[in-house]
Structure formats: C-alpha cells, structure tokens
C-alpha cells in the first residue's frame, strides 16, 4: 500500500514534520512492505514555514516576541518570493498563560521579519497568519515598517491594541519595496463586531469582558484612520472578510493594497497534495484536537475532502477526538483515533510522538493489505 501522511502540528507539542515522521516510523514498523509518503501541512499558523522549508533557503531573523523580548524569526526566499510566519513573532505560544496581554501586546516583531523580506529583494511577500498573541490590527508591524501608529499630539503611541484608542494617523509610508502582500489563512473573520477579532480570539489571549469591548473599539478607530490615510487601503476594511485574521494582521495587511488566500489550499498547491493524493492507497491526516472546528477549514477538513472525492480511506490520529462520528464521516473521515484513549493523557502530552509511533503501528496491523 501507498500511504500518504498528511497531518498538522500537534499543537504545544510536535510540528507537523515531526507527527508526520512518528506516525510513517510506526506504520513502516510493523508493515515494512508499504510505502508511507510524507506531506505535512499548515493553514497558516505555526508551522507554516515547517512545511514549506524545501521550496527555498531560511534567513534566520533576530527580531523581537509580543514583548518585545529577543527571538529569532526566519524569511524563506524561494526566487522572488519569501514566506513569513507571524507566528514566529506574534504567537500565543511565545508566552506563558500568566504573559498573556492583548493590550499591550505588539506585532511589531512581524514588522521586522517583512522589512528583511523586502530588502531581500522579494516582490512578493506571503506571510502565513494564525496563532497569535496580538490584538493590535497590525499597529505594531506599521511601527517597525516605518509608519508609526499617532496620537493628537504628534507622538508615537505605545505598542498594543488598548493604545489605539488614541490613533489619529501614521508618521511616514510603510517600506517595503513595493513587494506585493499575501495573507494565507483561513480564518474569514471581520476585523471588528460580533466576529471580530477581539471578541472571537480575545478571550483565549487573556482579554476579559472589559478589554474586548476596548479592543474592539479601538480597531474601529485604527480601521478609519488606515482608510483615511493609505491611499491603497480598501473602503469597508473593519468588515473584509480575513480582516480579524491574528488580531487584526488581515487588515493591515488588506490595507497594504495586500489580499488573503487560503492557508491550506496554497500550502497543499506547493507541496502536491493532489498529486500525492491521486497516488495514495490510505491517506493518514491529524492534529493535536479533533473536534467540530477541525472540520470547518482546517488542516483535516482539506485533506479528507480530498481522500473522499477519490473515494480513499481517511484515518484523523489525534491527541483528543471529540468530533462527532456522523458530522466526520460527512466530511470524508473514515474513522478517528484519539491517543489520550490509548495511552491516557499524561503520556499523550508527556511523550507524543512514541504514542503517535504506538498507534500507527497498530493500525498498519488492521489496515494495511
């Protein structure tokens, strides 16, 4: 059998790489005859550049986290284009739960890795979005791009989404060399309102009640002033579908004359999932949580709706699954197997990948011919 292995990150544990590599370690151990093909993959989120590493060469980046602490980052340039992953600068999981601040939060850490971008000599620039600690539409990355975010006095405000109560304009044009913007992700959110950013991911970055109201006044505020003052900026910005993507990194970008594309579609265009889809035999997807979400423009959503149009076996390997059967298999899932179930919990975190092996080689046991 061809077995195509095509998860995501297992998030706060394993990259996607490293899921993919456990679980062909655990098939091919106990059904040698077989031939597991690796295709890791990503919306967007962390891990994007995980996966698209062998389209071009990593520049590593020093640049700065939502603290504005020392990380480094990385561009990928593949001939005109470079690949930025916000995460590397923007992401939750740079902090401790007790760090988590979306007020004062910054993206001003993406803002260094794109400026790299661009004086790479990129003339298009595709910044994977998901993952992120920040709320601040981008203020941030305007910041570092040489377009500082004013207040009414003609000072620079501080970093983070609370400051913009108090924008009025920006000092100075972005500077990017004219490269043109991607956003991927797959997140269709507006930037403000019900769906907005700050009251659909705010909460889960550690704003409560009172901040997202702040916050989601304050992007309606930075909206306008990005409208009023970019020339290139879209009329309606706050309410562009992607616009809420990583705290408000859809709109800046959006309002950079940039657009939004699908995470998944474009990373599986580039590594060939269809023509490794076309090839395979069984197809193997997964992520750390199997659950309603995962099913609506996901990593696993994609890929099983890919195995289902060639009418292929789809196993989802998760760390928890709670996912309804019915809803699953409507989606192209054949079955799905939780490694908490098998292994309990505390192994599942504590040692994922020889639990992912564990299991793969028990299925190759049922499944493989």
């Known amino acids: ?5 095509c998860p995501d990150k297992f998030a706060g544990t394993l990259s996607a790489p490293a899921v993919a590599e456990a679980i062909a370690a655990g098939w091919l151990s106990a059904s040698a005859k077989d031939e597991a093909v690796e295709r890791p993959l990503s919306d967007g989120g962390p891990g994007f550049l995980d996966v698209l590493a062998a389209l071009g060469t990593s520049i590593p980046v020093p640049t ?9 980052g990385s561009v990928l340039v593949a001939g005109d284009t470079a690949y930025v992953e916000s995460a590397q600068a923007c992401g939750l999981h740079l902090l401790s739960e007790r760090e988590r601040d979306p007020l004062g939060a910054t993206s001003y850490g993406l803002g260094v890795l794109l400026a790299h971008a661009a004086e790479a000599g990129a003339r298009r ?27 009414a006095s003609g000072y620079a405000l501080p970093y983070g989404g609370a ?24 997140v269709d959110n507006p930037l403000t309102g019900l769906h907005g950013a700050s009251n659909v991911y705010g909460p889960q970055k550690g704003a409560s009640r009172e901040d997202v109201l702040l916050l989601d006044g304050a992007l309606t505020r930075w909206a306008s002033v990005l409208e009023k003052t970019l020339s290139m900026c879209p009329p309606g910005l706050a309410g562009l579908p ?12 959006l309002a950079l004359g940039g657009r939004c594309e699908s995470g998944i579609t474009m990373v599986t265009s580039l590594i060939g999932l269809d023509a490794a889809l076309d090839d395979a035999d069984l197809v193997i997807t997964g992520e750390g949580s199997f659950d309603h979400q995962s099913l609506r423009g996901k990593v696993v959503a994609g890929v099983a709706a890919g195995a289902r149009d060639r009418g292929l076996p789809c196993l989802v390997l998760a760390g928890q699954v709670s996912a309804g059967r019915r809803e699953a298999a409507a989606a192209g899932v054949t079955d799905a197997y939780a490694l908490v179930d098998r292994v309990g919990l505390e192994k599942a975190m504590a040692e994922p990948a020889e639990a992912l092996r564990d299991l793969a080689a028990h299925l190759a046991t049922q499944w493989s011919r």
Do not use: K
Request: charged content about 15%; glycine content about 20%.
């Open 64 to 72: 700065v986290d939502p603290l504005g602490r020392p990380v480094t």
């Open 1 to 5: 059998m061809r077995v195509l292995i």
């Open 242 to 253: 992607g616009a809420g993507a990583a705290g408000g990194l859809g709109a800046a970008i």
């Open 163 to 186: 400051a913009l109560t108090a924008v009025v304009g920006l000092e100075g044009e972005p500077r990017l060399r004219l490269a043109d913007l991607v956003a991927a992700t797959d």
């Open 125 to 151: 620039i595709v910044i994977g979005l998901g993952g992120s600690a920040t709320n601040d539409g981008g203020a941030g990355m305007f910041a570092a791009l040489g377009a500082a975010p004013l207040d």
